[in-house]
């Protein structure tokens, strides 16, 4: 399913955090949306998942304003793993993984056999089956973070929104995130904070700077050295991945080339 984010405006308290901004999300691709902090990429993905309703513009689902959608059709076609869903509950990990179905469940319908087997499915995707029985305030930050992109998988969304869901994760797990999601061929909206998984992993990178979007397209045509330094103020050098030719960023410490001696 497409998503569509069309001259999207937002205000809180009166002044504007995002500005007439433009993105589509084909179905089934792969968009990164990165930016330095406070640009905006949440206040974006909000408006996405509906914790917060835009002031100008829309979010369109498969050609449908969002808005037009009562809110238990679009939470079933639309999962998001958000800055602020840990889960303070004390609830087993195959709970937590179970809620997924929430949108699905009309009543107190337990879960049917495929939809335990799915559940399970997303737990072995996500790395911690083992860890099914375990309350989830017992995990590292890691582990929790991945038993909420089970959640999400269980959910099987049309449409997925996730918000920097490398955090905590280890190389390993982020590798193995990042594959998974290619993989599954959903439409999907990250927000990345390392702009080489993004130009690895990203079908199309959306470049947002003090809530205007200044730049999209493939990672090879958005993440150059240029456009590094003017939106991120840093200076890297552009590589080509030697087996893949995505581009890697090499970065240069600032003291490595401006400080001389020590203090
Ligand atoms: N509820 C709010 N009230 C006031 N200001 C807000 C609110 N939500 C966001 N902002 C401001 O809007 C700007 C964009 O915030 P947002 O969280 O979308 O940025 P971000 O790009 O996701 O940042 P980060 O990379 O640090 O997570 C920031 O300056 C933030 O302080």
Redesign the pocket.
């Known amino acids: 399913m497409e998503l569509r984010i069309d001259r999207l405006s937002v205000d ?2 009166g002044s504007r ?1 995002v500005h007439d901004l433009s993105l589509d999300v084909p179905e089934g691709q792969l968009v990164g949306l990165v ?10 993905l909000r408006c996405v998942y509906r914790a917060l309703r835009p002031s100008g513009g829309a979010v369109l689902l498969g050609g449908t304003d969002l808005a037009d959608l009562a809110l238990r059709q679009s939470a079933r076609a639309v999962a998001a793993l958000t ?1 602020e869903n840990g889960t303070d509950l004390d609830f087993t990990v195959e709970e937590v993984v179970a809620l997924g179905r929430t949108p699905h469940l009309r009543g107190n319908r337990p879960l049917d056999v495929r939809e335990r087997r799915l559940c399970r499915w997303a737990m072995e995707r996500m790395d911690v089956a083992h860890l099914a029985r375990r309350g989830v305030l017992e995990l590292s930050g890691g582990e929790r973070q991945r038993v909420l992109l089970a959640r999400a998988l269980a959910q099987e969304p049309r449409v997925l929104v996730l ?2 869901p490398t955090n905590h994760l280890d190389v390993r797990h982020q590798i193995d995130l990042l594959s998974l999601l290619r993989r599954t061929r959903t439409t999907v909206l990250v ?1 990345l ?1 390392d702009l080489n998984l993004a130009a690895a992993a990203c079908d199309r990178v959306g470049v ?1 700077s003090e ?1 205007r979007l200044v730049a999209s397209g493939t990672p090879r045509e958005v993440l150059t050295p240029p456009l590094v330094r003017e939106v991120f103020g840093v200076d890297a050098e552009v590589v080509p991945h030697p087996l893949t030719g995505a581009p890697q960023l090499l970065y240069t410490l600032t003291s490595d080339t401006t400080e001389k001696g020590n203090p």
């Open positions: 809180v308290d955090i930016g330095p902090n406070g640009s905006g990429k949440s206040t974006v800055q918000d920097e927000v904070h947002l809530g």
